[in-house]
T-cell receptor, first 113, second 115 residues
Framework: AQSVTQLGSHVSVSEGALVLLRCNYS??????LFWYVQYPNQGLQLLLK??????LVKGINGFEAEFKKSETSFHLTKPSAHMSDAAEYFC???????????FGKGTHLIIQP | DTEVTQTPKHLVMGMTNKKSLKCEQH?????MYWYKQKAKKPPELMFV???????INESVPSRFSPECPNSSLLNLHLHALQPEDSALYLC??????????????FGPGTRLTVL
């Protein structure tokens, strides 16, 4: 069985500051890892995915994440936060194929002007 | 076309009503999913269809009945729901096989309110 843990249900940063959202995973086999973003009253949009091709993954909207097997982590970062980044962020794990996604509890990102 | 569409966007129903949610994708994906998302919670998997066959049912009550008429369509039939079933219902699709990585594309969801 696989699971993900997101540290911090709420993260607040100033506009222009570094964004760091934490995700740790647990899996008995090499997992596929994802970060999704959800804006209010909308569905989920894929930000980026780890597929074992590269440990540093670049996604949309300037986000990136680094897979660290030794730390079982897949933290999401963005060098400079924008007001439009305010949303709910979910880390998720899958075994691939038609396996369902298992989500972390989510982190609500707040951007202070 | 990289879009998953869901109808209706909003639905209000009584506990004795029968209604259906619809999901459609034209990306050629052969896996489709239903998730339930309560307020301020992550999505929870309900059902998975792979090649139009139900492959995963996460112990969902029988008042929820999924149907996959063809590879592009996914329905969720609702009957005798309870107020606690009020939630955002999300549909997703993904590739299957051939090194598919589990990446899922989500629709905008149907906001269901049960009175």
């Amino acid at each position: 069985a696989q699971s993900v843990t997101q540290l911090g249900s709420h993260v607040s940063v100033s506009e222009g500051a570094l964004v760091l959202l934490r995700c740790n995973y647990s899996s008995s086999v090499p997992p596929y890892l994802f970060w999704y973003v959800q804006y209010p009253n909308q569905g989920l949009q894929l930000l980026l995915k780890y597929t074992s091709a590269a440990t540093l993954v670049k996604g949309i909207n300037g986000f990136e994440a680094e897979f660290k097997k030794s730390e079982t982590s897949f933290h999401l970062t963005k060098p400079s936060a924008h007001m439009s980044d305010a949303a709910e962020y979910f880390c998720a794990v899958s075994l691939g194929g038609a396996d369902g996604l298992t989500f972390g509890k989510g982190t609500h990102l707040i951007i202070q002007p | 076309d990289t879009e998953v569409t869901q109808t209706p966007k909003h639905l209000v129903m009584g506990m004795t009503n029968k209604k259906s949610l619809k999901c459609e994708q034209h990306m050629g994906h052969r896996a489709m999913y239903w998730y339930k998302q309560k307020a301020k919670k992550p999505p929870e998997l309900m059902f998975v269809y792979s090649y139009e066959k139900l492959s995963i049912n996460e112990s969902v009550p029988s008042r929820f009945s999924p149907e996959c008429p063809n590879s592009s369509l996914l329905n969720l039939h609702l009957h005798a729901l309870q107020p606690e079933d009020s939630a955002l219902y999300l549909c997703a699709s993904s590739r299957v096989g051939g090194g598919a990585l589990g990446e899922q594309f989500f629709g905008p969801g149907t906001r269901l309110t049960v009175l």
